[in-house]
């Protein structure tokens, strides 16, 4: 495993880089962090996922009718609500 320092990481790896695959292109970024989740500690890996989901799911509202993005986009908004409290 790497230290905690961010310089020392390779750059496919570096939190900038992540965030912005993930949220550039979701799925490619989803992938990203399951193949390389043994690169980080468990709790950086589970923010990474938490991320990476949170962004597929609004990409995946895109394929679905205008009728359904609201119920979908607060059925989101809640699920994530409701992780925060805990």
């Known amino acids: ?6 310089h020392k990481k390779k750059w ?4 900038g880089f992540v965030l912005a695959l993930c949220a ?3 799925p490619i970024g989803y992938i ?12 950086e890996m589970l923010s990474y996922l938490v991320w990476a989901t949170v962004f597929t799911s ?12 609201l119920v ?3 059925l ?3 699920f994530l609500y409701s992780g925060k409290k805990r």
């Open 1 to 6: 495993m790497l230290g905690p320092s961010n």
């Open 12 to 15: 496919y790896l570096r939190n």
């Open 24 to 26: 550039i292109t979701p």
């Open 32 to 43: 990203h962090v399951l193949v390389n989740r043994k690169h980080w500690e468990r709790k």
């Open 58 to 69: 609004f990409w995946l509202l895109k394929f679905i009718s205008k009728e359904l993005q």
């Open 72 to 74: 979908a986009l607060i």
């Open 76 to 78: 989101v908004l809640v």
